[in-house]
């Protein structure tokens, strides 16, 4: 009889893993198929796709790169007449 509760106890608990897996497999595909899309397309889509926090930080990096070109440009020119010999 104990053998019995056993068997019937360790099949629930293999039919209620299985039940979780396939709910769970559900949501993510139903999650992940949006579109009509592919998997491996909707996939590779949310990895690459650039966040605020990125698009601001090519922003920052950009207006760097222009401060230091206009830097540049300011060592380059003379400051002064006086460097250029005219007074």
Known sequence: MET???VIGALLFIFLVVGANFVMYAIARGA???RGKGFWESITKSLYTPSKRDISMDELRKKM???EKGKKE???TPRSRK???TM
């Open 4 to 6: 019995n509760k056993a």
């Open 32 to 34: 992940v198929n949006t």
């Open 65 to 67: 790169e222009e401060l």
């Open 74 to 76: 300011d060592t380059q």
């Open 83 to 85: 460097d250029n010999g």
